[in-house]
């Protein structure tokens, strides 16, 4: 049989290059006379940019010198495929640059990945491309625009500070943004708003640091920051539009840029052929760390799903954990099971200390019990 294995990351343990490899692995162990071809897949998120640079032969890395969410100096990577860039928020403004103890998005600032969208401008790119997810700031996007040229006032008339804790406070906006007439594209699956219960602060916020009395002082930060920001570089409604609130309003800080915002996952397969994968495999397997109800909206797992039903070819989701019904026809019309390395090793917890291993016994079991 010929299986191609196209897994997302698996957050907190794996790569979606490290996964794609514990599945090939294991299921080379039962069934060594198989064709495994491996296909690591991004929605937007960490991994985008490696993800993008296995795919296009043709794209070159190019490095710049920026900063990370509480300023200090970081090297990042972005891709440039002729004239069009592909950049990773998560570069400058990732969760993971950040101990826990550092997680405080009043003060952290998106201002990092401006300075990457900026050199990406002045080296010529006309299209630009950023995948926003695994972000630490709540900052919609201000810190960015600031790198870009804007300048953020106080009353006073003097410049504000970075961080999503000042934004109240801003009450004028100078200057102009230097994007030599680029075309923005966000890539991400958020379809959540800037504001509100499913917004950027209230949905996101906690898993940066924000709590308690921090949430409703962001919200209103950013409700204030908003209505300025509408007024002055348009378009009105712009915090409404689905993706606002991808990666703290980064997606908002993107409309307001006149950008739009693509599925990061359908980006991702589109660019990396996916679909011509599809159609040479027998069995398609993906996979991400957590498999839920929310996958199943526009994720990677349900775009694999969708593309391999389109060939009338069966998909199975192997997760690191699962709240759904393990080996149900019915989680999802596309998909002919789904299995987790929580279920196989007794809990979540055992999971998390043996992921590896963990994923590569999981795609064993099920090679095994797939019929040849």
């Not at 600031?146 to 106080?154: M, W």
């Not at 200057?175 to 504001?195: K, N, Y």
């Not at 775009?303 to 989701?317: N, Q, R, S």
């Amino acid at each position: 049989m010929r299986i191609l294995i196209a897994p997302d990351k698996f957050a907190g343990t794996m790569s979606a290059a490290e996964a794609a490899d514990a599945v090939a692995a294991g299921w080379r162990r039962a069934r060594p006379g198989d064709t495994v071809t491996t296909l690591p897949l991004a929605d937007g998120g960490p991994g985008f940019v490696d993800v993008l640079a296995h795919a296009l032969p043709g794209a070159v890395r190019r490095t710049v010198e920026t900063c990370d969410p509480l300023g200090r100096p970081v090297k990042a990577d972005y891709l440039r495929d002729g004239e069009t860039a592909y950049i990773e928020s998560a570069a400058a403004c990732g969760l993971h640059l950040l101990d826990a103890a550092e997680r405080d998005p009043r003060r952290t600032t998106s201002y990092g990945l401006g300075l990457i969208v900026a050199d990406a401008v002045e080296t010529g790119a006309r299209r630009i491309v950023v995948g926003l997810g695994g972000s630490a700031t709540n900052d919609a996007g201000a810190g960015m625009l600031t790198a870009l040229g804007l300048t953020l006032l106080d009353a006073t008339g003097a410049a504000l500070p970075y961080g999503g804790g000042v934004l109240s406070a801003a009450a004028g906006i100078e200057g102009h943004a230097r994007t030599r007439g680029v075309e923005f594209i966000a890539a991400t699956d958020v379809d959540s708003p800037l504001l509100g219960p499913h917004g950027a602060t209230y949905m996101f916020g906690p898993q940066k640091g924000a709590t308690g009395t921090a949430l409703p002082f962001l919200e209103m930060s950013l409700s204030s920051f908003a209505e300025l920001a509408e007024r002055r570089l348009g378009p009105v409604g712009a915090s409404e539009l689905p993706g606002a609130g991808a990666a703290g309003g980064l997606g908002f800080a993107f409309f307001l840029l006149g950008g739009r915002r693509e599925s990061g996952a359908r980006l991702t397969c589109d660019a990396i052929g996916l679909d011509a994968k599809i159609a040479e495999a027998d069995l398609v397997i993906s996979g991400e760390g957590s498999f839920d109800a929310q996958s199943l909206r526009g994720k990677l797992a349900a775009e694999v799903a969708a593309g391999a039903a389109a060939h009338g070819k069966p998909c199975l989701v192997l997760a690191g954990r699962s709240d759904l019904t393990e080996l149900s026809n019915d989680v999802h019309p596309d998909l002919a099971g789904v299995h987790s390395v929580a279920a196989l090793l007794g809990s979540p917890e055992a999971a998390m200390r043996e992921p590896v291993e963990g994923l590569t016994s999981l795609a064993e079991k099920v090679a095994k019990e797939w019929p040849e």
